[in-house]
T-cell receptor, first 111, second 112 residues
Framework: DTGVSQDPRHKITKRGQNVTFRCDPISEHNRLYWYRQTLGQGPEFLTYFQNEAQLEKSRLLSDRFSAERPKGSFSTLEIQRTEQGDSAMYLC?????????FGPGTRLTVT | GIQVEQSPPDLILQEGANSTLRCNFS?????LQWFHQNPWGQLINLFYIPSGTKQNGRLSATTVATERYSLLYISSSQTTDSGVYFCAVDGAGGTSYGKLTFGQGTILTVHP
């Protein structure tokens, strides 16, 4: 059990650029979640996958955000036309039943 | 949606002191987890405790689901306990798919 991994750990991008993050869940975890955390706040839910199906999306996930989990294993989160307000820590979690395990996060800075 | 309130927001202790962190939630829950967020942002699982009491070394937690609160106890605190402690819940009502709603966190600072 190697834990949830995320790549990259840090990303600095200019406003207007597209970015893509990757999450590899714990093997055999069929549930995968994305959260976003801004400074001084708790993480907020973005979206949920069960296997390859995206079953829930938060209102926080504007049309510039898209997430996929094509084969029910790793997932990607893409942000198009980044804005300064997108600067945050993006966290991925996976679970087999109820208890969720989090990855180290990707810290995005939009300049 | 479900509301989660944590108290106190900040806590400063001397090494060796004991502390209690509280989490109140507004509705029935399927899941309640306590996390410690380290300075690098990693969320470390402390307890999965939708009800009952658990202990792990110097840490223990109790959730009283009928009264909608959970407590995290830290005994004989150490400087390495410093960081942010989050309570997160999955509300039982509706179709939540297990998504967690986090509190604002308690920032714990332990001085040597």
């Amino acid at each position: 059990d190697t834990g949830v991994s995320q790549d990259p750990r840090h990303k600095i991008t200019k406003r207007g650029q597209n970015v893509t993050f990757r999450c590899d869940p714990i093997s055999e975890h069929n549930r995968l979640y994305w959260y976003r955390q801004t400074l001084g706040q708790g993480p907020e839910f973005l979206t949920y996958f069960q296997n390859e199906a995206q079953l829930e999306k938060s209102r926080l996930l504007s049309d510039r955000f898209s997430a996929e989990r094509p084969k029910g294993s790793f997932s990607t989160l893409e942000i198009q036309r980044t804005e300064q307000g997108d600067s945050a820590m993006y966290l991925c979690a996976s679970s087999r039943l109820s208890e969720q395990y989090f990855g180290p996060g990707t810290r995005l800075t939009v300049t | 949606g479900i509301q989660v309130e944590q108290s106190p927001p900040d806590l400063i202790l001397q090494e060796g002191a004991n502390s209690t962190l509280r989490c109140n939630f507004s509705d029935s829950v399927n899941n309640l987890q306590w996390f410690h967020q380290n300075p690098w942002g990693q969320l470390i699982n402390l307890f999965y405790i939708p009800s009952g009491t658990k202990q792990n070394g110097r840490l223990s937690a109790t959730t009283v689901a009928t009264e909608r609160y959970s407590l995290l106890y830290i005994s004989s605190s150490q400087t390495t306990d410093s960081g942010v402690y989050f309570c997160a819940v999955d509300g039982a009502g509706g179709t939540s798919y297990g998504k967690l709603t986090f509190g604002q966190g308690t920032i714990l600072t332990v001085h040597p």
